[in-house]
């Protein structure tokens, strides 16, 4: 199917071992720069969640409808220059501070969460990720998106492919894909931002989620604060990436893969559960 062949790019940029454009690596933060987090307060709602149009792939169907509580999600995918700073360490093969981290693992992903909660002193939300990962929705620290937050939040009220239309038109004022992007992430926040403020929900790189990925999850009748199945063998990525087409960039494309698996186009948007 063709979501499973867009979900194979990212392994074949490895294969392939193509050549990265690098920039300095210099921290050039001015205090709200690339290692300042910016979070961003989502109304709690209810949206439409899926393919409504029946047109695109059976593991979007059936849609329905879906209802969240409020929750915060960063402005922006993390930089490689907080990452650096939380980490001690920079995984990306595209370098540039103000380009967001890739390369990383899901597991990665929720060791990073965990590591920036302690550092601001708040209750990290994972834990036993070397085993058996557990997340406490409930915990005040940072987390990885839910599938649903994260559709929710990228279509900001909208019901088109894209969050500003549905052409490939719309899709380049706000997103860097196979199109524009020349094969390499790119600075995050230079193109349109979403209703609620937020950049790059489309493009650049790919954002893992917390959900293990099941094809007809959509079927179960979860549809309050969903949080994915119990087990899996891939977990959820959205959002799609410079490396592929304008089609896995929509909102209701649905990315799956391992979790232990680097991708040089994935990457990472924080959540918090709202106080």
């Known amino acids: 199917m063709l979501y499973r062949k867009l979900i194979l790019l990212p392994a074949l940029l490895l294969v392939l071992s193509f050549a990265v454009t690098s920039c300095s690596?210099?921290?050039?933060?001015?205090?709200?720069?690339?290692?300042?987090?910016?979070?961003?307060?989502?109304p709690a709602g209810s949206f439409t969640m899926g393919d409504a149009s029946g047109?695109?792939?059976?593991?979007?169907?059936?849609?329905?409808?879906?209802?969240?509580?409020?929750?915060?999600?960063?402005?922006?995918?993390?930089?490689?220059?907080?990452?650096?700073?939380?980490m001690g360490e920079n995984?990306?093969?595209?370098?540039?501070?103000?380009?967001?981290?890739?390369?990383?693992?899901?597991?990665?992903?929720?060791?990073?969460?965990?590591?920036?909660?302690?550092r601001e002193g708040l209750t990290p939300v994972y834990t036993d990720i070397d085993g058996s990962p557990k997340a406490d929705f409930n915990a005040n620290g940072y987390r990885l998106p839910t599938e649903a937050e994260w559709e929710y939040a990228c279509r900001a009220g909208t019901t088109t492919p894209y969050y500003t239309g549905s052409s490939i038109a719309d899709l380049e004022r706000c997103a860097w894909f196979s199109g524009n992007a020349n094969y390499?992430?790119?600075?995050?926040?230079?193109l349109e931002?979403?209703?609620f403020g937020l950049y790059d929900m489309h493009g650049n790189v790919?954002?893992?989620?917390?959900?293990?990925?099941?094809?007809d999850y959509y079927g179960l009748g979860i549809n309050t604060n969903p949080h994915g199945p119990d087990s899996g063998q891939e977990k959820v990525c959205r959002g799609g990436s410079y490396f592929v087409y304008e089609y896995g960039c929509r909102a209701s494309f649905r990315s799956m893969l391992a979790p232990d698996f680097p991708g040089a186009d994935i990457g990472i948007r924080l959540a918090r559960t709202a106080n």
Not at 25 to 42: C, E, H, K, N, Y
Not at 59 to 82: D, G, H, I, K
């Open 25 to 42: 690596d210099d921290d050039d933060d001015d205090g709200g720069g690339p290692s300042a987090l910016d979070m961003v307060a989502i």
């Open 55 to 86: 047109a695109y792939e059976t593991n979007e169907r059936p849609a329905r409808t879906v209802a969240l509580n409020a929750f915060e999600l960063s402005r922006y995918e993390v930089s490689q220059a907080l990452y650096r700073d939380v």
């Open 91 to 118: 995984p990306s093969k595209a370098s540039g501070v103000k380009r967001p981290v890739e390369n990383m693992t899901w597991f990665d992903a929720l060791r990073f969460c965990n590591a920036l909660s302690e």
């Open 184 to 190: 390499t992430t790119q600075e995050r926040g230079q």
């Open 193 to 195: 931002a979403n209703a």
């Open 206 to 215: 790919f954002e893992w989620c917390w959900d293990w990925y099941r094809a």
